[in-house]
């Protein structure tokens, strides 16, 4: 008898590995070996955006953030604890993760407060004045 709830996505798993050589796919997509990104609550209020990222056990140590072309980029990895214990059932993701957000045209990149406390990551993105475009029109001789 098995002890863990039922999840639907084993059942496509299995339907994924029996089509796998006619479909071409990644094998790590048909082995199961899904990538996991953490979850993310964006609000925002007059003064900035608030980014507020889960992380449970994953170290301050293990997470990256920086600015790159317009995009926060956040990547980092939750590292799987191996014990030589039996494992029932492990629906948790490990490894490594990478996302990338749009900013917005107002926001001050350059003043992007980041706090880490009890597993969550929130950022703070402060509002700017919005730059207007600029538009001019050229002569053609």
């Not at 993310?40 to 889960?54: M, P």
């Not at 997470?63 to 980029?73: N, R, S, T, W």
């Not at 590292?79 to 948790?92: A, F």
Request: aromatic share 10%; with cysteine.
């Amino acid at each position: 008898m098995k002890l863990r709830p039922w999840n639907p996505a084993e059942t496509f798993d299995d339907m994924l590995r029996r089509f796998e050589p006619m479909l071409h796919w990644p094998t790590a997509m048909v082995n199961g070996q899904r990538n996991w990104l953490p979850a993310t609550d964006i609000s925002e209020n007059a003064e900035s955006y608030q980014l507020k990222v889960e992380m449970p056990e994953i170290s301050k140590d293990d997470i990256q953030l920086a600015v790159e072309d317009g995009y926060l980029v956040l990547s980092g990895e939750r590292k799987y604890e191996h014990t030589d214990d039996k494992q029932h059932l492990n629906e948790r993701f490990h490894g490594q993760f990478t996302r990338r957000f749009q900013l917005p045209d107002n926001v001050d990149d350059t003043a992007i407060d980041a706090r880490f406390e009890n597993g969550m990551l929130y950022l703070t993105l402060p509002k700017t004045e919005v730059k207007k475009e600029r538009c001019q029109r050229i002569d053609i001789h």
